[in-house]
């Protein structure tokens, strides 16, 4: 996804998260145990959805997947 920490640290450094708001699960789990979280991020131009899908690893929730809203370049 960033290639390295680094990369991850960077690109967060630089697209600050104004907000967020409206989490939720409407569509419960996933047939592979996982949850896709709907949820309304403002990065400073007003919220928008976006969704991220939650993995439970040996007890441990995860992100996988891209954690970088559709449209923002990286």
């Given at each position: 996804?960033?290639?390295?920490?680094?990369?991850?640290?960077n690109?967060?450094?630089?697209?600050?998260?104004?907000?967020?708001?409206?989490?939720?699960?409407?569509?419960?789990?996933?047939?592979?145990?996982?949850?896709?979280?709907?949820?309304?991020?403002?990065?400073?131009?007003g919220?928008?959805?976006?969704?991220?899908?939650?993995?439970?690893?040996?007890?441990?929730?995860?992100?996988?997947?891209?954690?970088?809203?559709?449209?923002?370049?990286?």
């Open positions: 996804m960033y290639g390295s920490e680094d990369a991850f640290d690109y967060w450094d630089r697209n600050n998260l104004a907000g967020w708001s409206d989490a939720s699960a409407p569509n419960g789990q996933n047939p592979d145990g996982s949850v896709d979280i709907q949820v309304q991020l403002d990065f400073g131009n919220k928008q959805p976006h969704t991220v899908r939650v993995v439970n690893t040996d007890g441990e929730l995860k992100l996988d997947g891209e954690t970088r809203p559709t449209g923002r370049s990286s």
